[in-house]
């Protein structure tokens, strides 16, 4: 058999799973709160077309309405002013959207403290029991935040004092974005910034650095409890917005079993 052909009969048969990493997108997707004077996205609405009535008898449709950058989401380069002269969502190469993908779990580090950042000390104790990140991949970041995905006020957890949500230390980001051979960072996060990274050094680090360096982002992403911490292929599929930043994406993970 040709290899398409082998994976067509490994889907078929269930030898490869297909996991599905994208959270549901509706009017009570959490979205990122920027405080005043910035503006902030609108959220996801749904407005009905015809809906096999006398405003379209046999079928039904909706307009949509949303920001790039709500639900489960891809980051392009031009999304931060220091990627501004890279790609927008519909230059991003379509071979960089089918990558391997390894996964770093801090769940019982985020349950301790929900301010939890990972370091580069982190990611390399991770190497050296699972080997190398893996080139052009993605580095996604498990830390149990999915499940507060249906509960806006607990996926942002914030109170006066601030956001706290978990997310990579600005040593690490930079770290990630000028020698690891990763080409992105996913997380389950609103961003892929922690909550408390306005008040980094430089802010948002996750996205100055990576963006930054011509690498991407995935955030709100769900499931990642169902993917190895090696072996994992994934595949982002974001619109291909003319001038985008960013776009909302299904994003799947095949995973051998």
């Known amino acids: 058999m040709s290899l398409l052909e082998q994976l067509r009969a490994a889907l078929g048969d269930g030898s490869i799973e297909v996991v599905d990493l994208?959270?549901?997108?509706?009017?009570?997707?959490?979205?990122?709160?920027?405080?005043?004077?910035?503006?902030?996205?609108?959220?996801?609405?749904?407005?009905?077309?015809?809906?096999?009535?006398?405003?379209?008898?046999?079928?039904y449709w909706n307009d949509i309405s949303t920001g790039e950058h709500t639900g489960t989401h891809f980051d392009a380069p031009v999304h931060w002013i220091t990627g501004r002269d890279g790609e927008d969502i519909s230059q991003v190469p379509p071979g960089r959207l089918i990558a391997p993908a390894v996964v770093i779990?801090?769940?019982?580090?985020?349950?301790?403290?929900?301010?939890?950042?990972?370091?580069?000390?982190?990611?390399?104790?991770?190497?050296?029991?699972?080997?190398?990140?893996?080139?052009?991949?993605?580095?996604?970041?498990?830390?149990?935040?999915?499940?507060?995905?249906?509960?806006?006020?607990?996926?942002?957890?914030?109170?006066?004092?601030?956001?706290?949500?978990p997310g990579v230390s600005a040593e690490c980001a930079r770290w990630l974005a000028e020698e690891a051979p990763v080409a992105g960072l996913g997380t389950e996060t609103v961003g892929t910034d922690a909550g408390a990274a306005p008040g980094f050094d430089p802010p948002f680090p996750c996205h100055s650095y990576l963006l930054g360096a011509g690498?991407?982002?995935?955030?709100?992403?769900?499931?990642?409890?169902?993917?190895?911490?090696?072996?994992?292929?994934?595949?982002?599929?974001?619109?291909?917005?003319i001038g985008g930043s960013g776009s909302p994406a299904r994003v799947l993970a095949l995973v051998e079993r």
């Open 22 to 59: 994208t959270a549901p997108l509706s009017e009570t997707t959490p979205i990122l709160q920027l405080p005043e004077p910035f503006n902030n996205t609108v959220p996801f609405t749904l407005k009905e077309i015809s809906h096999y009535d006398d405003r379209g008898p046999a079928w």
């Open 105 to 165: 779990d801090s769940t019982a580090e985020v349950a301790a403290d929900p301010d939890y950042l990972l370091s580069v000390d982190d990611v390399r104790e991770w190497e050296r029991k699972h080997g190398p990140l893996p080139a052009g991949g993605w580095l996604l970041h498990r830390t149990g935040w999915d499940a507060r995905s249906r509960d806006a006020e607990a996926f942002l957890n914030a109170d006066e004092s601030g956001s706290h949500v």
């Open 215 to 241: 690498k991407y982002g995935l955030t709100q992403l769900q499931n990642l409890a169902r993917l190895p911490a090696t072996g994992a292929m994934l595949i982002a599929s974001p619109l291909p917005i």
